[in-house]
């Protein structure tokens, strides 16, 4: 039998049809009719293990509760975790695998800011949508990328949220003690750059170790430039010798701690002297303590999904996000492609419940956290006290 | 049945399957082909030093970094073509290591080894905090590489190069262990005086020794800044020289062969057991200890021992011709 080419030219457009057919409702890469995969990318093993799991876990707890309650426009999330290291060596295999391995709709992760930074060409070149959920690189975010967002403070944030806030609390004369060490370093120079902004010097700039045995000569020369406020910058073993050295010359100014005392009660106990902490406010990314009534809920839906967790602010990080991403996913529709989560997140604004304002994001700022929270005590017991928007 | 995995036949399947990774291979398994080319050329190095010539030196990790920053900083601030910061870059890598010899001759055993754990620590300190030059702890992103008109992906661009370079020095260093430099190597290790009583002047090999080996680490660090597009000090840590360690323990120590092997072997192992997180460091952990207590002459002494053909001897054999 001859075989006419009109005949097999059918064919071949009924089959093509018939293939396209059965290609999912949806042909973006890393979603399927009932399935969206997002990838994370994080410190899963080593000694900073703990920070990303716990952050990851946060993010989970989120995405389990959009599930149970029937998905993201009929679709359930799934959460696939890569391990970075915290190393940029190991962030490129972790998220190349993520990318061409797992295939993943999006990242929502990160939380070295080395082994994002050495992520992210990966994530540009592939044109995937990239939530960070905790690195502090400004240089993430700025300039702005249409694909990359972040729900964290970035570093410099919390220096110029210091600057600001004793500014704002009316103190004329503001001293700063530092470490500076690569840590200290990459707070230490915004510090400086936001004194400068204000027009201001500080009355006195000093130096201490990060693991100091005794402040008594900081905390001296700082009481002979009559300093009423005292910005720091250090690790909390460095901001208690501090302290108790100070307090041991009864030099009692106002101090303003960075986050690593953001937990203004646990800081006071390892102080281990009543009063020295009293005059202590200090930032944080986050707007409650973890066993503030306000977080009650989220505490037993994080502890009953990962029985080994004890609920912290980490997890708050991850909650925060997670419900960020949540809510763009929702936006996007049920037609969701990687330009369309994009776009929702491009012009968003989400009251989460961890943090004390809203994280907003818009085309020209995908730094979508700027809300600084102040914490001290209050009777004995730590509470907010205040909060900064912070801008450059 | 067993000669079928003669030393020859493997490493012929070796070369096969890096040459046409590139063809068949998504970005993920490219980068992981490429790590494991660019360990070989570290594992080599330091069994040649550690393994062949004795010397217990921790600097082989350091070397990597300088190879790594100098390639990467001639890039960033000359803008220099890749190929000839590569060559710079394996240049002061080899003249550090020169350096590092001169006072290093002196020493043996633990003082050796103190001497040059210094030497690593204060490079990392150098990388950490001279800002103005190496980036500070932040480190420094490398331009794009341009590997135009051979290919547009600078992914396969960095992988071919590294295979080339793999292709050539691997067998130049198999060639060298089986000279007089070789032998010499071997003999200091087993006896400095006896070596020395028979005529080998012990300061001209060790110090070829150090030469060579950061040679290797140079070009290693150099690929290593090209293939990841970032150099930052954390690469170049105490924890990498563990990693150049176990390789050359768990492939076999004074066994090139073996130090392939164990690249190969530890990079497929730590990207296989990624999936089991914390199951992937007691796993490593367990390889070592197993493998210094059970088979202390690593993988390759089984192969030895029970396959025709992985002989290592240290002159030509007819089988070579």
Redo the contacts between chains.
């Keep these: 039998m001859k075989r006419s080419p009109f005949a097999a030219g059918t064919a071949a457009a009924v089959l093509a049809a018939a293939w396209m057919h059965a290609v999912p409702a949806s042909a973006e890469t890393g979603v399927t009719d009932d399935t969206i995969k997002i990838g994370a990318l994080g410190v899963?093993?080593?000694p900073n293990?703990k920070f990303g799991d716990t952050i990851y876990n946060g993010v989970e707890a989120v995405y389990k509760e959009a599930n149970a309650t029937g998905g993201i426009h009929g679709r359930m999330i799934e959460y696939v975790r890569?391990?970075d290291r915290?190393?940029?060596?190991e962030a490129?295999?972790?998220v190349?695998?993520l990318?061409?391995?797992h295939e993943v709709f999006m990242i929502h992760g990160g939380a070295c800011?080395?082994a994002s930074?050495?992520a992210k060409?990966e994530i540009v070149a592939a044109d995937v949508p990239w939530v960070i959920t905790a690195s502090t690189?400004s240089s993430l975010t700025d300039p702005v990328h249409p694909r990359i967002f972040t729900t964290m403070l970035a570093g410099w944030m919390e220096s110029y949220a210091q600057v600001q806030y004793a500014i704002d609390l009316g103190m004329e004369r503001i001293a700063i003690v530092a470490q500076h060490d690569?840590?200290g370093?990459?707070r230490y120079d915004p510090l400086i750059e936001a004194f400068k902004l204000h027009g201001i010097e500080p009355v006195a700039d000093e130096e201490i170790a990060p693991d100091p045995t005794d402040g008594t000569p900081q905390a001296l020369r700082l009481q002979a430039a009559q300093a009423d406020a005292v910005i720091l910058i250090l690790f909390p073993k460095a901001a208690a010798v501090i302290l108790r050295d100070a307090y041991k010359i009864g030099y009692k100014p106002f101090l303003i701690g960075g986050s690593t005392v953001g937990d203004v009660g646990v800081f006071a106990n390892n102080v281990g002297i009543p009063g020295a902490a009293d005059k202590l406010h200090a930032v944080s990314t986050i707007g409650y303590t973890a066993d503030d009534p306000a977080m009650a809920e989220w505490k037993a839906k994080v502890e009953a999904a990962f029985p080994n967790d004890t609920f912290n602010i980490y997890h708050m990080f991850g909650i925060a996000s997670g419900q960020f991403v949540v809510e763009a996913l929702k936006r996007a529709g049920r037609d969701l492609t990687r330009e369309s989560v994009s776009q929702a997140m491009n012009d968003l604004s989400v009251e989460t419940d961890p943090y004390a304002g809203p994280i907003t994001c818009t085309p020209t700022d995908h730094q979508c956290h700027n809300n600084a929270a102040w914490f001290g005590l209050v009777d004995g017991v730590t509470k907010r006290v205040g909060v900064t928007a912070v801008t450059r | 049945m067993l000669r079928l995995f003669s030393r020859r036949n493997v490493m012929a399947a070796g070369v096969v399957f890096f040459a046409l990774l590139p063809f068949f291979a998504?970005?993920?398994?490219l980068?992981?082909g490429n790590?494991a080319l660019m360990y070989i050329l570290l594992s080599v190095g330091l069994n040649m030093l550690l393994g062949y010539a004795g010397q217990l030196a921790f600097a082989h990790a350091a070397l990597f970094g300088v190879g790594a920053y100098t390639t990467g900083l001639l890039k960033l601030e000359l803008g220099l073509h890749y190929g000839l910061a590569l060559v710079a870059g394996v240049g002061l890598a080899t003249v550090t290591g020169l350096a590092v010899a001169l006072p290093a001759l002196r020493l043996r055993g633990l003082y050796l080894a103190l001497a040059t754990v210094a030497f690593a620590q204060a490079t990392l300190w150098v990388f950490?905090?001279w800002?103005s030059v190496t980036y500070?702890?932040?480190?420094f992103?490398v331009p794009?590489l341009d590997f135009e008109p051979f290919t547009s992906r600078p992914d396969i661009g960095v992988y071919v190069l590294t295979f080339v370079i793999v292709l050539v020095s691997v067998p130049l260093g198999w060639n060298m262990l089986r000279s007089r430099v070789g032998r010499a190597w071997v003999a200091i290790r087993e006896s400095e005086v006896a070596a020395e009583s028979l005529g080998i002047d012990i300061t001209r090999y060790k110090s070829i020794a150090y030469v060579v080996s950061a040679m290797y680490a140079g070009a290693a660090g150099g690929l290593?800044a090209g293939?990841?597009?970032?150099v930052?000090p954390?690469?170049f840590d105490l924890f990498q020289v563990i990693v150049h360690f176990c390789m050359v323990i768990v492939g076999g120590l004074g066994s090139l062969w073996g130090g392939v092997l164990g690249a190969v072997g530890l990079v497929g192992l730590q990207?296989v057991l990624?999936a089991f997180?914390?199951l992937?460091?007691i796993a490593f952990g367990g390889l070592i200890l197993f493998t210094v207590l059970v088979i202390p002459g690593g993988a390759v002494s089984l192969l030895k021992r029970y396959v025709p053909g992985w002989k290592e001897p240290l002159r030509r054999t007819e089988h070579d011709e």
């Design positions: 899963l093993t080593g293990a890569e391990d915290c190393q940029a060596s490129v295999g972790a190349k695998k990318i061409h391995q800011s080395n930074l050495a060409p690189a690569n840590w370093r990459s | 998504n970005p993920y398994v980068f992981i790590l950490t905090h800002n500070g702890g932040a480190g992103r794009p290593f293939m990841l597009g970032i930052t954390e690469s990207e990624r997180r914390h992937q460091e």
